[in-house]
């Protein structure tokens, strides 16, 4: 059992259509962040959240924490073929030293 | 210059054989951990080291062991390969351990392709 699911798992869209990315958890997260993989790299952090209810805007890419802090959502606005990646979301509990991942969601951007 | 470094970036064996994966960070980080991802690019964590010290040991085969010379090696050594170990396997840094919102640096992974 994962400790955070990401859905959709899929996601394909057209270049200028918005996406959002789901990860939730019944778990309480002291810190919640994500990442973008492209293929044959390692995963690079986009943003950390750490305040239950908290928003962060990175250009197109908006990032929100769950008040409960059990839960997060990635948006873009008007997704570019750049934006093509597989998007990870990775938790930390309280005085663990693990990340925990999702299974990550795999954006595809047309053009 | 390469912030998390792995060799070799592509291994390809027999079953039954005995390899390793090197990983170097000149990021000055305290911490290094071992993450394997799987053909659906779930990733799960294998061992972290704090300053030398095994801090996660996740419930991974004895066959594999991992080694830090100094803060900044991590090695990860698998004995006996089998099917189920192909994957890709990612090194990682972080600035320190026990942070709730450090910043994982990853290495570009190892693909580890068991015949």
């Known amino acids: 059992t994962q400790l955070l699911e990401q859905s959709p798992q899929f996601l394909s869209i057209q270049e200028g259509e918005n996406l959002t990315v789901y990860c939730n958890s019944s778990s309480v997260f002291s810190s919640l962040q994500w990442y973008r993989q492209e293929p044959g790299e390692g995963p690079v952090l986009l943003v950390t959240?750490?305040?239950?209810?908290e928003v962060k805007k990175l250009k197109r890419l908006t990032f929100q924490f769950g008040d409960a802090r059990k839960d997060s959502s990635l948006h873009i606005t008007a997704a570019q073929t750049g934006d093509t990646g597989l998007y990870l979301c990775a938790g930390a509990l309280g005085g663990d030293y693990k990340l925990s991942f999702g299974a990550g969601t795999t954006v595809t951007v047309r053009a | 210059d390469t912030a998390v470094s792995q060799t070799p970036k592509y291994l390809v064996t027999q079953m039954g054989n005995d390899k390793s994966i090197k990983c170097e960070q000149n990021?000055?980080?305290?911490?290094m951990y071992w993450y394997k991802q799987d053909s659906k690019k779930f990733l799960k964590i294998m061992f972290s080291?704090?300053?030398?010290?095994?801090?996660i040991n996740e419930t991974v085969p004895n066959r594999f062991s991992p080694k830090s010379p100094d803060k900044a090696h991590l090695n990860l050594h698998i004995n006996s390969l089998e099917l189920g170990d192909s994957a890709v396997y990612f090194c990682a840094s972080s600035p320190f351990a026990g942070s709730n919102t450090g910043e994982l640096f990853f290495g570009e992974g190892s693909r580890l392709t068991v015949l």
């Open positions: 080291y704090n300053n030398k010290e095994l801090i």
């Open positions: 990021l000055g980080h305290d911490t």
């Open positions: 959240v750490v305040t239950g209810g």
